[in-house]
Each structure stands twice: as C-alpha cells, then as structure tokens.
C-alpha cells in the first residue's frame, strides 16, 4: 500500500470534481467532515493501473479547467495520480471521500473530458468503464469537522461499484462533449427562427391558413425531438416519455400557428390580457386632472365594461359616429403586373418583400381609400380573366398592410383618412367587397364603383423572321446581328421588293402601340406601329373550350383583358447599302401603360452598339454587290489582241479587271475559240492589280464575280485574243521606159505582201555610176497588201536596190528578206498629190462624188494618167490638157463600198515626154452606209424624278462622232434636238450611250449620221419618258366632322375626347407614292384656358415630329393635356424621292393625292365642382375642403323647436322654416361645358343614404333641394358630393 491508506470509491475518475466545497459537503452527508490535506484524518486513496511501468503524463480538459480555477492554489502539491500502480484494497474503510456514488458525483463526472488520456483512461462506447486511474478527493469545510476514525484494520475487501456515466452516441473522438452540445444548441436556435419567419410570412398573406406548413413544421419538430432521444447528449437528452410529450405539444402549436385561422391561444390569453390591462388603466385614471388625459376614452375600458348600477345612474353623452366608407382605387388608374419578373422573381422574395423589401422587383398595389375608423379586415372580390370566376378573399392582418395618412381627425375619435395598399400578384379585375373594423361594423362603399383591372405589362421584344427568305445571302450571326446583300430593283414599275427580316414581337393587352427607331447609315427615322392589323401568334380569340357554357359566358366578359402576343413585321426594301440598326423606343398597351428604354436603365437595352444583339435592338448590314468588268485602259486599247512571237509584240497579255466590293473575290469567265468553250475563274485577294492571264487565242467573256458577301453580276464586254503570222513580200520589177525622153527614166516595182499592215519594207539604194558613193537606206511603208512604187532618181545611172527587211503591225521588229533589182535611170517629170491643201478625202459614202487635188511639175501642157483601185479590178483613167500646176481629179460616184485606191500612173509633159509615177496614190474608205442607231429604252420606259433631267440609253454601230437627231412626238412646236456622240476609242464598232430627254413624253428618232447618212431601227425608234410621281399624305375624313356651318365649314375634327380618358381612335392617313414614307408634321396646342384657341399668332405650344409610315398607317393624337391640338402635315419623302417635298396647308381636299393637310382633335377638360353653403342672407360658409390638411369636416346646425314636427303647422309654416335653412350650393369651375350632371348623397348617422341627382344643369352654380324629412327630424346628416 506504500503507506497509503485505501478504500476509495472504485470508479470514481480519478480527478478532482469541479465545484464549490459547499456543494461536494451537500452531497456526501451533512455531518461528515472535512479533513484537510495532510492529515491523519485526510483520506487518500490510489488506484494504479495493471500495466507495470505504464506512465500518462496528459491529463484531462476536466482537469485542466479545474487547475485553471486556481483552487488549488496556496496548498500543498498533491502529486499526480497519474501513473502510479494499481494497488487493490484489501481491507472494508469508511468512505471518508467527497465523492459518494449518487447522482449528482455522476453528473459531475459527466463533464469531463475522457478522450484526453491515454486509451486507458477512454470509456468504451458501450458506457462501462475501463481501465480507471487514481483519485484524489477532497471536501473542505468552513468549520473544522469532528474527528473522524478511519479503521485500516483488514477485512475482507469489498467489491466495488462504479457509478454509471452518461454518454453520447457520438464518440467524444469524433466531436468533445461541450462542442456536440454547442451544435444541438445551435440546430435548435435555426430551426426556431425558420418557424417564427415562416408565421410572421403567413400571417401577412391574404390567405392565414396554410396545411403544408403545418404538416411541415411537425415532422421538422418531430424530427428533432426524436434525434434530442437518441442520440441521448448530456443535459439535452429526452427520454422517450418526454419524447411523446414534446411531440404532441409542437403539433398543438403548430395547428394554431399555421392552419387554424382564429387560434386557440388567443382566445384563451385574449380575455385575461384584457382584464388585467383594464385594472391598470382604471387605476391610472383615478389619478387626478392627469390620470383622465391620459387614458382618454381607451376601449379597453369599454371592452372591460360591466353592467353595474351606478354606472347607469346620471346624465350620460352619446356619440354617434357617422358611417365609415371605403372605395378601392379612388383615382381609376389601371395597373399591371409584369409576369416575367414574377416568375424570374425568387420563392423567398414573396415572403421578405414585406419585410426586407427588394426594389429590383416591385410589387404592385392597389390603393383602398378607407374614411373611418381603423379596419380590421378587409375583403375583396378577384374576378380571373381566363376563367370569368369570382372568387372573395379576405385580409385579417390589415396592420401589415403599407399605410398612407391623409387626414386626421381627432373630434371623432379615432377616425382617420388613410389608404391602404393592397398588394396584388394575379392578374384580373378586383372589387371591394366589405371592410370591417374590430367591434364588426362594416364600411359603406362608393356606389357604382367600377372594378380595378390588372392587366399584364406591356413587353417587347425584337427578332428575325423564322421565316424569312434565305435569298440574296441572309444570315444571322452569332452575336445576334444579320447581313444581307444589297437588292435589286428588278421592277420599277410595281416597286422594290420589301420582304420584311426582322419582327416587333409585343405582349400585352391590345391595341399596343409601338415606337421602333431606323438609323439607316446613321440617318434616324422613327417607325410608330399603331393602327396596322398584326399578325398575330397567339391565335386563341375565343376563350377556352375546356370550360363549361356558365364559365364560358363568364369568361367572354373579361376576355378582351387577356394577355395576347403579336407579331408586326417592319417592313424595308434594302436598296440602299450599309448598315441598318433598329431600336425598340417605347412601348404603350391599351391601359395607357408605357414603357420607355430610356427609362428602365436596365443593362443589355442598347449594350448591342458595339457588342452583341440584344432583345430591343437588331443589326442588319446590307453589302453592297460586287461588280467586275474590264479595265478602262483595256477597253481603249486596240482590239482585238494578237498574241505575236516578235520581241516588240506580247505573246501573253494581263487583262485588267476593275473590281468592286469586298475582297477576296471569285471572277468567273469563258474562253470562246472556234468551237471550244472552256469556263475558267479565279480569285483575287487584292482589287488593285487584278488581272487575267491570257496566253490562248480566243473570245474572253466576263460572267460573274462574288466577294466575301454577295454575288454580283459582270459588265457584259469581251475581249479577244488572235494569233498574229509571219508577214511575207513578192517583189518584182518593170523597167519604165520613155523613147521620148531618151531610154529608161526609172523603175516600177511591185510589192505583194501578206501579214497586218501597215508594212513597212526596208531597201538600199547604190548608184553603181559612183562606186564610192554611199547607200541610201529607204522605207517603203504601205497600208495596203499589194503595193506598186515608182523608183525614178534625179540623177542618171546604174541603180542597185536590195530589199533586206519587212515590218508589219504583227511583228515591228521585223523579218529579213533578200531580193535585188538593178536599173538604168533616166530624168523626167513628176506629178505628186497635193497633200498641203489639206482637202485629200480618206473616206466616202456610196453614191458620193469626191475631189482629189494633184499638183504637176515640167513643161505643161501635161497629161496624166492614174488609176482607181478596188480590190482585185483597175481602172485606168486619162487627163489632157493640163496647163495649171494645181489641178483636181473628179471621183465617184461610188458605186460599192470598200477601200479604193486612187493611184497617179503617168504624167507626160508638153515635150511629149512620158513618166510613171511610183507610189503616189492615196486610199478612199467607202462606206456603204452610215451608223445604226436605236434607242434601248426599258420595258417601262425611262423614269426619272421630277426636276431632274433624264437620260434615253442610246445604241450606236459606226464610226464616231455620230450626229443624232430626234424629236419629242405630239410636241406642237415640233422641235428637233440634236445630239453628237463622241467617243475616246476610234477602233470600237459598237457603243451604248445617251441623249437628254426634255420633259416627260415619247421620243422618236429622226436620224443619224456620222460622214454617211445612218439608219434608224425600227424596234427601237421611239422611248417614253415618264416622270415619277411625288409622294402624298393626306389625312382620311371619314371618320372626322367639322363644327361649322355649310358656308364656312371649319377645320375638320376628331371626336373630343375627355381629359385622362384612353383614346378610342387615331388619325387614318392617306398615302401615295412608293413606301415607306417619312412623314414630318407639326402639333400647335392651345391650353383650355386660352381664350384665343386656334389663332396661330397665340399658340402655346408649337413640337415638330418625324414618324415612319407604311403602306397603311395612322397618327396617333397626343392626349392627357386638355385644350386644342391641330396637327399639319408638313413635309413627306418616300424611297424613290429621298428629298422631303413640302406640302401645301389644306382644309380641304383638292385632287387625288393633294387631300386634306390641317386637322384639329379637342381634349376637354375634367369637370370639377364644389359643395358649398350660404346662409340665408347669402354670406358663404366655409364648407370647402380645398387646400385643407388634416381638416376637421365643417358642420352646420340648425334647430327645430321643442315638439316640432312635420304634421305640426300647415305648408306655409313649413315654407317659412325652409327660409331659414342654409343654403347648398354645386359650384363649377368655369373651364368645363355645361349642362352638367351631379350627385349629392345625403345619409344620416344611422340609417340608408339618399341620392340627389341634378341633371342639365345649364349654369356654374346650381342650389340644390334637399328632401324634407332632412330638415323636419333632428339629427346629424352628412353631404358628400
């Protein structure tokens, strides 16, 4: 025992329990003492483990806690039990120990921490007790104890006993004792706070009474009650009888929280609340002078009262409070609910709106002007516009309700002018039904007081067509936006086509209005859809079949109020190229609900300028189409193209295109050669330097051309390619001989040549007479094929001429040849054609007489002889007798047309001396006639635009320049215009062009000519011109009147409408032209109260609109402000006439298309009147209630005598009476129009109400009668006007 003494409670934990000296005494015994520590009575027991030389030097959270307290503190160490050896008792002691094996010692062990040790100091999970380590106890006392023995004789030990410690079913391993109560805590605390926000939720409902947060609620409390038993955690574990408990009681609570509408506890605690409040209200006000001020009349004291006789005893005053009145939505505003963002809303924003609030989403209410006492409840009637049923709901919780006080009035309590918003989630019509305050009275409500409609709000959205036509490359990108190519006006005379792309989809209650921004390159125009019939998606016009013939009939009632979708297509004729933008604007249903992008300041409305599309906004770039044709510089070139192997010609040529639109682009053209057609194309990423390559002779057609977005049409041109061959001479020689002139004066050679002139054939010429001299190189150039030169020096001799080189246009450098003639030369005379007069003719016409001046040399007379050349025949022809140097040939008349060559054979002087002359000739180009001229004139004929010149497209094959006349036909001047056509390029044998048209007619060729007369083509002799005509509006009368007489009839009108009142019609406007239209006006206003309405001079307000019309449209009239409006049109402009055209202010329609301009709409104002009182000498009492604030209502009395009744006197007292009765008079203001009607309602304090109605009332002040039992029985009435 190692001088310990034993017999220390088996199972005790070995720690110190934690507690106050006081407590430990209280359960270990009342007359036990306490030793202190270090004394023979001091007990110590040790309780070591079974494992030799084990240590655990950790020691517990219980532990620590308890040193932490410092109570051990100032007294001597006792030494850790811990790691000491077990020593078994082996004698019966006296528990001398604080700890005695109850159940408090048991619950003190059951806070400590047993999963700080080693494992042999851990609980199993079963709750037994393992492996124990030492105990020190001890109980100190204030007074020292009596002397205690403690017998260490042996005896036979005792077994011992441990105490029983609670557990938890979660390992103290996993989550520690405190921590798993801290959890359970925590659970029960959310749980209680869910409960508590989902009565508070219910209680603000309209509907008090909910079965699935009952059924909820009692499985969640079961729940926890049930986990509170098993898992069985210290100080929070429920027994099983606890359990049943528990779980009944939650399910009472929650019957009376949350399904039975009038709870039981209320009632039970209600009275005893009552009662008690009541005593101490009493007791205040026996106080003196204060106690009474302070209470007042409380109805707690009227609720606590008790029949007694004394209180009945005395002299009593009564108050009789006049009827309380409601009326649900005074003002007959019209309200809409916006079903997306109530189904986008989250479920628990229903609940905490009301609490929290969230004013991303607003909820709607409606206002119930209450005039009276505080309600207690209220109850309306829901009628649904799908169905047509009726349905009555009630609110209990009125205080929940948001709260607006107008007035205040403190005579009569607690009356007060207030209004209650209703908050409403359904759409349909609402009704007041009753109101009711806490004593049960119920509220009067307005008479003939129309429902409160809830329609749906107005939405709008943008979106392409589904259906819309794939033709000319339409596509929807990713981000929303689409592309188009440009179209084509293939139809001039019906218009351009106008196949709507994009839609204008709204939902709401018809008619909606809509105002749909155009930017057009930047160009805004404003397209409002109002007045066009819709194609609609929601088809549904008839209410459900699913309902039965008494719902049905119901339903048609409130049908016209239903939500329905439709679909406006804008339609656009995308003739013009760049980039379309459409905005959603504004947006207005039936019941004057607008909405306006501006103001919604919502993201995403117009975020699509520069990135994605968005619901009110839609892009649409329309490209241009591309274009291909030849270049100009190919075009003016020499054609045909010869493909040549000489180094100055190309054997290959790169045609130049011009190219328009976007690259990269795609040319496709054919080759023609012969009987071989061959397709080729090819792709250009670059417009500039865009060429074909062509090396193979042919014909070279232009067919097509696309570019990254279209696909366009090519210029209807070619070109063609030939193969040039090698040119070749047969040269020969004729020695010319004049015995006259003494032997051979020179020679004739003649040149046949193959190839393309002109030629050009190279020679040297030697005078072998001096051989030293140097040759002479000569050109002999000819246009012609076969050429005969002359060679007749000045000087006599032996001539040598070698041919070395031939040149033609197909190859310049030209081609060696090798050929010689030689010739004996002797002089003579010469004749040469007169080229310096200028008048040598090149061309002719058939049938025409020439003139061809020559000029002679030598001793005259002469004699010359030439020759006419037409192709393979010669014709030679003799003059004599020339005496003049200067002498003229007469040619003609040209029978045929071809090239003739007028060739100067001989000359022969007066000594009969006779020459040949070499290559003196010229050649005359005979035309057999002149150009061929028509007019290409479209199907429909030229159409131009007023004012502007137009242009007649013109076909011409001949020679330029071509002198065209024509004439105008029914023209009574009968004036002949005259046109030249010129042209850069003499080569081209056709060309299109045009000539000016002079006003709006037909045309017809006269003629045309160029050096020859020309022909006309019948088919196309004649062209109209027509003049497109101006864009008109108008606007429509049949559906407007006038005011006046037949002598001056007036401005036409619409029907007035009422100020606040929703306009029934609109404006039909009369269009022609070519739409859409763009239409600008202008909107004078007179206010009601300028006495010079209609005088421009006095406008109050002048606004300059702009709108986008199509094929049928209306203008919709301004509204709200009353007073006069009078609309002009002032300018229209349509897709053909881009310029706006000013139109002339008219009342009346002139002709068709010029109809009436100016119109007026008239928007009265509101009635409003006053009830006020005069008193019999006529002085006013002041009975208005205008501009008053928290106003006590005015009161007027007057007295009957004692006994005085209606049967009392006869008709002439009781007219004497009513000559002292105030007066009651309806005052109008002087801005409405008479006659007038009025209601006065007259009801006593107690009883039904009585309506006086006034009808055409002519005047602004109108006395009224009241009946006579109002002034023959006494009591209190009200008026109310």
Request: glycine content about 8%.
């Amino acid at each position: 025992m190692n001088g310990r003494q034993s017999g220390a409670p088996v199972g005790s934990q070995g720690l110190t329990p934690v507690g106050s000296p006081n407590r430990i005494a209280r359960r270990t015994g009342a007359n036990m003492g306490s030793p202190r520590f270090g004394s023979p009575q001091f007990p110590r027991t040790e309780v070591r483990a079974p494992e030799a030389g084990s240590e655990n030097t950790r020691s517990t959270f219980a532990e620590r806690v308890y040193q932490s307290t410092g109570r051990l503190r100032g007294q001597p160490e006792l030494g850790s039990p811990f790691g000491m050896q077990q020593q078994t008792p082996t004698a019966q002691h006296t528990n001398t120990s604080a700890f005695s094996p109850d159940t408090d010692s048991q619950m003190q062990l059951s806070e400590l921490d047993l999963g700080a040790g080693s494992s042999s100091d851990v609980l199993a999970a079963s709750g037994s007790p393992q492996k124990v380590s030492s105990v020190v106890a001890s109980a100190p006392k204030r007074a020292p104890p009596p002397p205690m023995t403690v017998s260490k004789s042996a005896a036979r030990p005792a077994k011992a006993t441990a105490a029983p410690v609670p557990t938890s079913a979660i390992p103290a391993s996993i989550i520690d004792l405190p921590s798993q109560r801290m959890y359970a805590l925590a659970v029960l605390a959310v749980l209680v706070a869910w409960k508590l926000y989902d009565a508070i939720s219910l209680n603000a409902d309209t509907d008090r009474t909910s079965f699935y947060l009952f059924f909820k609620w009692c499985v969640l409390d079961t729940a926890l009650w049930y986990a509170g038993w098993r898992l069985h955690i210290p100080r929070l574990s429920v027994s099983l009888n606890a359990l049943y408990a528990l779980a009944g009681l939650s399910a009472f609570l929650n019957l009376n929280m949350f399904f039975m509408s009038s709870s039981v506890l209320t009632l039970a605690v209600k009275p005893v609340a009552v009662s008690i409040a009541s005593s101490c209200l009493r007791s205040v006000k026996s106080i003196p002078w204060l106690g009474p001020r302070l209470v007042g009349d409380s109805d707690l004291l009227i609720d606590s009262f008790e029949l007694n006789e004394e209180h009945i005893l005395g002299r009593h005053t009564i108050h009789v409070l006049p009827h309380s009145l409601t009326h649900m939505n005074p003002q007959g505003k019209s309200f809409c609910i916006d079903e997306a963002h109530l189904r986008a809303m989250p479920w628990y924003h229903r609940y905490t709106s009301g609490v929290f609030g969230h004013n991303r989403y607003p909820q709607t209410t409606i206002p119930i002007l209450v005039n009276g006492t505080h309600p207690d409840s209220i109850s309306y009637a829901y009628t649904s516009f799908e169905t047509g049923q009726r349905q009555l709901r009630t609110i209990k919780n009125v205080g929940a309700l948001q709260m607006e006080t107008n007035a205040v009035y403190p005579t009569l309590g607690n009356w007060v002018m207030a209004t209650y918003h209703l908050p409403i989630s359904e759409i349909g019509a609402y009704e007041i039904y009753s109101v009711k305050d806490r004593k049960g009275l119920e509220f009067r409500t307005a008479a003939q007081a129309p429902p409160t409609i809830v329609v749906s709000c107005p939405r709008a959205r943008l979106q392409w067509r589904e259906d819309a036509n794939a033709a000319d490359n339409f596509v929807v990108g990713s981000d929303g936006h689409a592309s188009i190519c440009q179209r084509i006006d293939r139809d001039q005379e019906s218009g351009p086509t106008s196949d709507g792309l994009i839609q204008a989809v709204v939902e709401g209650y018809e008619p909606i209005e809509m105002t749909v921004v155009r930017l057009v390159n930047g160009h805004r125009e404003v397209i409002n859809l109002d007045g066009i019939q819709p194609q609609s998606i929601d088809d549904q016009t008839t209410p459900g079949e699913d309902l039965d013939s008494a719902q049905l009939k119901s339903a048609e009632k409130w049908f016209r109020y239903k939500t329905r979708t439709s679909a406006y297509t804008l339609s656009d004729t995308f003739l013009r190229p760049g980039e379309y933008v459409y905005k959603l604007e504004s947006f207005r249903d039936a019941a004057n609900h607008s909405v306006k992008m501006a103001d919604m300041n919502a993201n995403g409305i117009f975020d699509g300028d520069e990135g994605k599309a968005t619901p009110y906004m839609a892009r649409i770039a329309v490209h241009r189409r591309p274009g291909v044709r030849w270049a100009e510089a190919l075009l003016n070139a020499e054609l045909p193209l010869r493909l040549s192997e000489d180094r100055a010609r190309k054997s290959s040529y790169a045609l130049p295109l011009s190219l328009l639109g976007v690259g990269p682009w795609t040319v496709n053209y054919v080759i023609v050669n012969g009987a071989d057609v061959s397709q080729e194309s090819k792709s250009f990423a670059k417009a500039v330097g865009a060429v074909i390559d062509a090396n193979q002779p042919g014909v070279y057609h232009l067919v097509s051309v696309s570019d990254k977005h279209c696909v366009g049409q090519a210029e209807k041109t070619n070109v063609t390619l030939a193969h040039a061959p090698k040119p070749t001479a047969n040269i020969s020689a004729t020695p010319i001989t004049a015995h006259e002139c003494g032997g051979e004066i020179g020679a004739l050679i003649d040149l046949e040549l193959t190839g393309r002139p002109p030629f050009a054939v190279h020679y040297r010429e030697r005078n072998l007479r001096f051989p030293n001299s140097r040759a002479v190189t000569r050109v002999v150039r000819s246009q012609q094929r076969r050429h005969l030169f002359k060679v007749m020096p000045e000087l006599a001799g032996t001539y040598e001429f070698e041919f070395f080189q031939l040149e033609d246009d197909n190859y310049p450098s030209g081609l060696p040849i090798s050929s010689t003639i030689k010739q004996e030369i002797h002089a003579q005379p010469s004749a040469k054609i007169d080229t310096l007069s200028g008048r040598v003719p090149t061309r002719a016409c058939m049938g025409e007489e020439l003139e061809l001046p020559v000029r002679l040399k030598g001793q005259g007379p002469w004699e010359l002889v030439y020759n006419v050349v037409y192709e393979n025949r010669r014709t030679a022809k003799t003059v004599t007798g020339i005496t003049d140097e200067s002498f003229t040939i007469q040619l003609g008349m040209f029978e045929q047309a071809g090239e003739y060559t007028v060739e100067l054979a001989q000359v022969k002087d007066g000594n009969q001396c006779a020459r040949d002359l070499l290559d003196v000739s010229t050649v005359i180009n005979v035309r057999e006639g002149g150009p061929r001229v028509s007019f290409q004139c479209p199907d429909n004929g030229v159409r131009v635009l007023d004012g502007e010149q137009a242009q007649i497209p013109i076909y011409m094959a001949g020679e330029f320049p071509v002198e065209v006349r024509y004439h105008k036909i029914g023209d009574a001047s009968e004036q002949v215009y005259r046109a030249t056509i010129r042209r850069k390029s003499q080569h081209s044998s056709s060309q299109v062009d045009s000539v000016a048209a002079y006003g709006p007619g037909e045309y017809e060729l006269v003629s045309a000519s160029d050096i020859c007369a020309g022909t006309i083509d019948p088919q196309g002799a004649r062209c109209t011109v027509h003049v497109e005509p101006k864009p008109s509006v108008w606007f429509a009368t049949d559906h407007l009147h006038r005011d006046g007489e037949e002598q001056n009839p007036g401005i036409w009108r619409l029907h007035e409408s009422c100020e606040g009142a929703a306009l029934q019609s609109a404006f039909e406007l009369g269009l022609s032209g070519s739409g859409p239209w763009k239409l600008e006006y202008r909107v004078d206003f007179w206010t009601a109260t300028n006495a010079r309405s209609g005088v421009p001079a006095f406008v109050d307000r002048t606004a300059t609109h702009t709108l986008v019309a199509l094929q049928s449209s209306t203008l919709k009239p301004e509204c709200c402000e009353p007073g006069l409006y009078r609309y002009t049109l002032l300018s229209v402009s349509d897709e053909r006439y881009q310029r706006p055209q000013r139109l002339l202010a008219a009342h009346e329609a002139v002709a068709l298309g010029a109809g009436v301009t100016v119109v007026e709409h008239v928007i009265t104002k509101s009635p409003w009147a006053e009830l006020r009182a005069y008193s019999p000498d006529g002085k006013p009492l002041d009975t208005s209630s205008r501009g008053s604030f928290r106003r006590r209502a005015p009161s007027i009395r007057h007295c009957l005598a004692p006994g005085q009744s209606r049967s009392d006197g006869d008709a002439q007292t009781w007219a004497k009476l009513h000559e002292h009765l105030p007066v009651f008079r309806i005052e109008f203001e002087e801005s409405g129009q008479a006659p007038f009607q009025a209601w006065v309602e007259v009801f006593p304090a107690s009883g039904p109400s009585e309506v006086v109605h006034l009808s055409d009332i002519p005047g602004y002040s109108q006395p009224i009668t009241l009946p006579d039992h109002v002034a023959s029985q006494i009591g209190r009435y009200h008026m109310r006007l």
